[in-house]
């Protein structure tokens, strides 16, 4: 009878133990996508989605390529140099992707 009742209490230890431990869920990234321009993109502009165009920085002050967030999706960009369309794509990026345009 002891010997049972140390079995037991053994057992319940173990698995209190390991129960301890697990984790019950889903874990979800953000849902967020990037877009990088790379190319000649000196005085270059971008429209994203028709809304307010702003300058392309390829690079940051650490010389490593800029990306710009976005929604996954499909989205429209056009792409200007001195009120000349150099870029017109609509491109579909996925759930943590990013994808790269080339400015010639």
Do not use: W
């Amino acid at each position: 009878m002891h010997r049972v009742i140390k079995l037991i209490s053994i057992t319940l230890f173990c698995i209190f133990f390991i129960a301890c431990g697990y984790k019950e869920g889903i874990v979800q990234s953000s849902s967020n996508s990037y877009l990088k321009f790379t190319g000649n993109t000196h005085g270059a502009v971008v429209i994203i989605d028709d809304n307010e165009p702003f300058p392309i920085q390829a690079l940051d002050e650490n010389r490593n390529l800029v990306h710009y967030q976005l929604s996954p999706g499909k989205h429209k960009i056009v792409v200007m140099r001195n009120n000349d369309l150099v870029l017109k794509r609509e491109v579909l990026i996925g759930n943590g992707m990013t994808k790269e345009i080339d400015i010639k």
